[in-house]
């Protein structure tokens, strides 16, 4: 299953979807609609995208271009510049049994991001799994982005909470190809994830409950 949204508040309710998008250039703004998730397992794959706007959001097109040939697979046209996946960061939620990760970004673009649960959580391309621990493994990708100076190194941040919460541990991986790719362990089997894109901008947070409403 796979849901586009842009600018909205997108719930994983144990494979059960619950959405309330920004309202877009003045329109009615539609009600969330919640669906009861009991009984089903984590382990449901269920996979939900869409597009955050960094900066200024419009492409400036390549000036250097190269016009006499085709360009290499992997190649970018001269003056493409990617935003830039900053930091990452694990904080309370709004209430005692949720937490957040919230991702930050700088420069100008868009943002392609999804979000689902994994059995085993692969990094892309590669058979090798990340090593995350939870009861739930949430893999978060982020396409067109690059990141930052705590990648230098290339060695993932590496997240702890720093008290009871929701979350085991993030393992964020810094970008591949323009791919940048996050995994959050649950301590729960019973998550209920946020992925919110609104507000602020040029944030994706994305926020834990260990349990149902």
């Not at 694990?90 to 420069?107: M, N, Q, R, W, Y």
């Not at 392609?112 to 493994?137: E, M």
Request: aromatic content about 6%.
């Amino acid at each position: 299953m796979l849901s586009a949204v842009r600018g909205a508040a997108v719930i994983l309710s144990l494979g059960v979807l619950a959405t309330g998008c920004a309202a877009d250039g003045g329109g009615d703004e539609p009600a969330a609609a919640t669906a009861d998730a009991a009984g089903i397992s984590c382990q449901r794959v269920e996979s939900f995208a869409g597009t955050l706007r960094v900066g200024n959001p419009t492409p400036v097109p390549p000036t250097d271009a190269p016009a006499d040939r085709a360009l290499a697979p992997g190649e970018v046209p001269a003056g493409v510049v990617y935003p830039v996946l900053d930091a990452v960061t694990i904080g309370p939620g709004t209430d005692s049994e949720a937490d957040k990760v919230t991702l930050t970004f700088g420069g100008d673009g868009s943002i392609g991001w999804s979000a689902r649960f994994v059995d085993i959580a692969f990094r892309d391309g590669t058979d090798v799994p990340a090593p995350v621990s939870g009861k739930c493994l949430l893999q978060i990708d982020l396409s067109g982005v690059d990141t930052g100076d705590i990648w230098t190194d290339r060695s993932p941040v590496h997240l702890f909470p720093s008290g009871a919460s929701a979350i085991v541990e993030v393992f964020s991986y810094p970008s591949d190809n323009h791919l940048a790719q996050t995994f959050i362990g649950t301590r729960t089997s019973t998550p209920v994830i946020t992925v919110d894109t609104a507000d602020p901008t040029d944030t994706l947070t994305v926020t834990v409950e260990a349990t149902l409403r």
